[in-house]
Structure formats: structure tokens, C-alpha cells
């Protein structure tokens, strides 16, 4: 009994060790095997849309700078008639072709060439005036091919504002200009009449005045004063011309007050010089008294108060200084202003023309002139003729801005007065 006893137990205590064996192995795999997790489902989510960002474009770099324009050289000369056929023909030999001869080598050098036109250009046609006395009364009738000189010898604009730019009537003015234009020439000096061109880096402007009838007229200042003022808003460079001032050797001085000839009034060329520049003139050039006169600069710009005869053919007097014949070049800045010339001395010698003076004549009366008459005009001057600014345009003190006149309207702009007994005198 206690044998089976004890083989029961025993059986019984394998049967639990199975079942325990069993249940362990049973943990045991499930600690071993894990249950894979399930992701979590992901809500639907609205994905804004990408906004791209605007990047502005870099702005360009500045324009560089515009380089300055060149100097720019002027030569001017004064009074020129270069032969008449009325009412006889006194032309040259040569038919007037080496009258300016010498000169055209000087002239070459510069950028622009000015002259004033003295007479007409034209071929036939019967004259305006009415001479009682012809030994005080001159007409001057060039041939309308004289142009072709005045443009083979370097000239570019031509002045028709003087008292013998009507010795024909405004038909030979008409003729002048159309010759002229036929060469290329600029002019100015009938109401209206304006030269405008280009010259390299230039545009260019001149306007002629003088106290004649059908001219821009040197008396009215106002109207000069708004016709420069218009036209220095559209050009770089300005120049005036004017026919003006007392006649003879005894009217080489200048002063500032208004001069009268044979009871004309012919202008206060001070006066009006510095309105001119004070509205916007560049260069004034001045010729009607037949003799030199002064130079001056005013707001660093140039003015000649006459350059006298230059080219004139028998009919007008070169006699003492009104045969002193000088030629002006003055080299600009693009603002104007001077910044260097000379005057280049000749004679006039019958009859040949104008020919180079070694004596210097022309270049020591025009400084003895500045000096006396102007206290240096502004000027200094070398004994060969050569000139510049007393105080260079890069140092001079600033200048106050040159005012528009206040009532300005050039569409109206007065002719001269009614024709006076100068315009039938021969002034010589």
C-alpha cells in the first residue's frame, strides 16, 4: 500500500511538473512573441500651397557719368564785301577767289567760322534805296556764286543784319540767304531768321542783331533777351551777332550808355552784350564801327565789342586802323565759359585782301584797348596775341544762375525801326 502510495505521488508530482513545465513554456512564448503595432491612422491634413517668395530684381547700376563734351574753337572776323557789280563792276581780277586766301588756312583750324555779311548775294535785281548824293550813298552787289568763297575759305554761319543787308530790299536778303543755303552756310538776321546746326558734339545757335529795319533789332533788349533765352534751352552753345555801336576811328572807345550815328541810335552794345549773356549768349561778337575795339569777359563768357573790317573789297575805307583787319578765336568749354584765345593780326591790302601783319597790329590796339577801356577786361593777354581768362573757369568763384526774362514771347517779336538816313550812308 505504501508502495502504491508512493508511485501515485510520484505520478502525481510529474503531472504537475508537466503541467507546470507546460504553463511556463506557455509564458514564456508569449513574452517571446509580440504583437507588431499598428501605425496610427493619420487625419487628413491640407497642405497650404507653397507661396513663393517674390524676390525683387536688384536694381540696375547708374549710368556712368557722360563724359564732357571738347572744347569747342570759334574764330570770327568782322565786315566782309568781297567786290561789287553795282552799279559798275568792281570785282577782282580773279573773281574775288583769293581774297580770303590767307585767311582760310586760320579759319580751317576752328570748329565753327563767323563773318558778317556785308551787301547782298545775288545776280541782278534792281537796288531799294534811293541815293540823292551818290558819293555818300554805297550799294553792294556781290554775285551770288561769292558764296562758294566764303564757304571754301571754312566759313559756316554768316551774319545778314547790318544797313547793307537791305541794299537790294528784303528780295536781296532773300537771295543772300538762298545763295548761302545752297553752300551750306548758316545765317541770321532777318526777324525770324536763326541759325541752328549741329558741329560734332554741338548744337549750335546764332542770332544777328542790328539797329536796321527787318532785323532782330539791337534797341529791343527784352525781345532779344527772350529769343536767346529760348534758344539756350534747346541748344548747348549760344552766340550773338551784333551790327552796332558809333562808326569810325574817333568811335574806337566803348562805354556803357547808347551810342548814336548821324542821329541813329545804334545801341548800347555794353548794355545789351551783358543782357545777352545774362539770358543765356555763350559768345558775342560785335562789328558795325569799322575799326577794332575792346574785348571783355563778363560771367566768363566772351565779348568783342567790334572786330572791324576784315574782306572788303574797294567801296569801303581801309584806311589807318580801318584797315587793321584782326581775326578772334576763342576756345570754349562745353558750359560756355573762355578758356583760352588769341587774336591773329592782318591787313588789308588792296588789291590782294586780307594779308598776315608781322607787326601785330591788330593784337596790340585790341589789348591796348581791354586795358584801357575795361581795365583788363577780365583778361591777360601774352605779347603774340594769344589771351586767357585772368582767373581760370575752374577756380573762379560761383556764379549766380542767368535768370529767363519774366514775360518772354519771341512770336512777337518787334522788327527795328523804320528805315533811317544811315541805312543809305556810305559810314566810312
Same mark, same amino acid.
Given at each position: 500500500?505504501?508502495?502504491?502510495?508512493?508511485?501515485?505521488?510520484?505520478?502525481?508530482?510529474?503531472?504537475?511538473?508537466?503541467?507546470?513545465?507546460?504553463?511556463?513554456?506557455?509564458?514564456?512564448?508569449?513574452?517571446?512573441?509580440?504583437?507588431?503595432?499598428?501605425?496610427?491612422?493619420?487625419?487628413?491634413?491640407?497642405?497650404?500651397?507653397?507661396?513663393?517668395?517674390?524676390?525683387?530684381?536688384?536694381?540696375?547700376?547708374?549710368?556712368?557719368?557722360?563724359?564732357?563734351?571738347?572744347?569747342?574753337?570759334?574764330?570770327?572776323?568782322?565786315?566782309?564785301?568781297?567786290?561789287?557789280?553795282?552799279?559798275?563792276?568792281?570785282?577782282?581780277?580773279?573773281?574775288?577767289?583769293?581774297?580770303?586766301?590767307?585767311?582760310?588756312?586760320?579759319?580751317?583750324?576752328?570748329?565753327?567760322?563767323?563773318?558778317?555779311?556785308?551787301?547782298?548775294?545775288?545776280?541782278?535785281?534792281?537796288?531799294?534805296?534811293?541815293?540823292?548824293?551818290?558819293?555818300?550813298?554805297?550799294?553792294?552787289?556781290?554775285?551770288?556764286?561769292?558764296?562758294?568763297?566764303?564757304?571754301?575759305?571754312?566759313?559756316?554761319?554768316?551774319?545778314?543784319?547790318?544797313?547793307?543787308?537791305?541794299?537790294?530790299?528784303?528780295?536781296?536778303?532773300?537771295?543772300?540767304?538762298?545763295?548761302?543755303?545752297?553752300?551750306?552756310?548758316?545765317?541770321?538776321?532777318?526777324?525770324?531768321?536763326?541759325?541752328?546746326?549741329?558741329?560734332?558734339?554741338?548744337?549750335?545757335?546764332?542770332?544777328?542783331?542790328?539797329?536796321?529795319?527787318?532785323?532782330?533789332?539791337?534797341?529791343?533788349?527784352?525781345?532779344?533777351?527772350?529769343?536767346?533765352?529760348? +534758344?539756350?534751352?534747346?541748344?548747348?552753345?549760344?552766340?550773338?551777332? @551784333?551790327?552796332?555801336?558809333?562808326?569810325?576811328?574817333?568811335?574806337?572807345?566803348?562805354?556803357?550808355?547808347?551810342? @548814336?550815328?548821324?542821329?541813329?541810335?545804334?545801341?548800347?552794345?555794353?548794355?545789351?552784350?551783358?543782357?545777352?549773356?545774362?539770358?543765356?549768349?555763350?559768345?558775342?561778337?560785335?562789328?558795325?564801327?569799322?575799326?577794332?575795339?575792346?574785348?571783355? +569777359?563778363?560771367?566768363?563768357?566772351?565779348?568783342?565789342?567790334?572786330?572791324?573790317?576784315?574782306?572788303?573789297?574797294?567801296?569801303?575805307?581801309?584806311?589807318?586802323?580801318?584797315?587793321?583787319?584782326?581775326?578772334?578765336?576763342?576756345?570754349?568749354?562745353?558750359?560756355?565759359?573762355?578758356?583760352?584765345?588769341?587774336?591773329?593780326?592782318?591787313?588789308?591790302?588792296?588789291?590782294?585782301?586780307?594779308?598776315?601783319?608781322?607787326?601785330?597790329?591788330?593784337?596790340?590796339?585790341?589789348?591796348?584797348?581791354?586795358?584801357?577801356?575795361?581795365?583788363?577786361?577780365?583778361?591777360?593777354?601774352?605779347?603774340?596775341?594769344?589771351?586767357?581768362?585772368?582767373?581760370?573757369?575752374?577756380?573762379?568763384?560761383?556764379?549766380?544762375?542767368?535768370?529767363?526774362?519774366?514775360?518772354?514771347?519771341?512770336?512777337?517779336?518787334?522788327?527795328?525801326?523804320?528805315?533811317?538816313?544811315?541805312?543809305?550812308?556810305?559810314?566810312?
Amino acid at each position: 500500500m505504501q508502495k502504491l502510495m508512493s508511485l501515485w505521488f510520484d505520478s502525481a508530482n510529474k503531472s504537475r511538473r508537466l503541467i507546470l513545465m507546460l504553463a511556463f513554456c506557455t509564458w514564456i512564448a508569449g513574452c517571446a512573441t509580440t504583437t507588431e503595432d499598428k501605425p496610427a491612422p493619420v487625419a487628413d491634413t491640407v497642405v497650404p500651397a507653397t507661396v513663393e517668395e517674390v524676390i525683387p530684381e536688384p536694381a540696375p547700376p547708374p549710368a556712368p557719368p557722360k563724359p564732357p563734351k571738347p572744347p569747342i574753337t570759334i574764330a570770327a572776323v568782322g565786315d566782309m564785301m568781297l567786290g561789287t557789280d553795282f552799279p559798275t563792276d568792281r570785282l577782282a581780277d580773279d573773281d574775288g577767289k583769293g581774297q580770303l586766301s590767307e585767311a582760310r588756312i586760320y579759319l580751317s583750324r576752328a570748329q565753327v567760322a563767323f563773318g558778317n555779311l556785308e551787301g547782298v548775294l545775288m545776280d541782278g535785281g534792281e537796288p531799294a534805296k534811293v541815293c540823292k548824293d551818290p558819293s555818300l550813298c554805297y550799294l553792294f552787289r556781290s554775285p551770288a556764286r561769292y558764296a562758294e568763297h566764303f564757304r571754301d575759305a571754312g566759313f559756316n554761319v554768316l551774319s545778314l543784319a547790318n544797313n547793307h543787308a537791305r541794299d537790294f530790299g528784303e528780295e536781296g536778303r532773300d537771295a543772300s540767304m538762298l545763295a548761302l543755303d545752297k553752300v551750306g552756310i548758316a545765317h541770321s538776321g532777318r526777324v525770324g531768321d536763326v541759325a541752328s546746326w549741329q558741329q560734332g558734339d554741338y548744337r549750335l545757335a546764332m542770332a544777328a542783331f542790328a539797329p536796321n529795319i527787318g532785323s532782330h533789332s539791337i534797341n529791343d533788349e527784352d525781345a532779344a533777351a527772350c529769343l536767346i533765352s529760348k +534758344l539756350a534751352q534747346d541748344h548747348d552753345l549760344v552766340l550773338v551777332s @551784333f551790327h552796332g555801336g558809333a562808326e569810325g576811328e574817333g568811335a574806337m572807345h566803348v562805354s556803357d550808355v547808347e551810342e @548814336f550815328y548821324y542821329g541813329e541810335s545804334r545801341g548800347n552794345v555794353v548794355g545789351f552784350s551783358h543782357r545777352m549773356i545774362d539770358a543765356g549768349a555763350d559768345m558775342v561778337i560785335g562789328h558795325g564801327p569799322h575799326v577794332p575795339r575792346a574785348l571783355e +569777359l563778363y560771367r566768363g563768357r566772351l565779348i568783342a565789342y567790334s572786330l572791324g573790317n576784315f574782306a572788303t573789297y574797294y567801296g569801303i575805307s581801309v584806311s589807318g586802323d580801318k584797315g587793321v583787319a584782326p581775326m578772334l578765336t576763342a576756345t570754349l568749354d562745353e558750359d560756355g565759359r573762355l578758356l583760352e584765345g588769341e587774336i591773329i593780326s592782318f591787313r588789308q591790302r588792296r588789291p590782294d585782301g586780307p594779308r598776315l601783319d608781322d607787326r601785330q597790329t591788330a593784337a596790340s590796339l585790341i589789348r591796348r584797348l581791354t586795358r584801357t577801356d575795361f581795365n583788363g577786361g577780365g583778361l591777360e593777354f601774352t605779347d603774340g596775341g594769344s589771351f586767357r581768362p585772368s582767373i581760370s573757369p575752374q577756380t573762379r568763384p560761383g556764379e549766380s544762375p542767368r535768370q529767363e526774362p519774366a514775360a518772354c514771347d519771341t512770336d512777337g517779336f518787334s522788327p527795328s525801326q523804320p528805315v533811317s538816313p544811315t541805312d543809305q550812308l556810305s559810314h566810312r
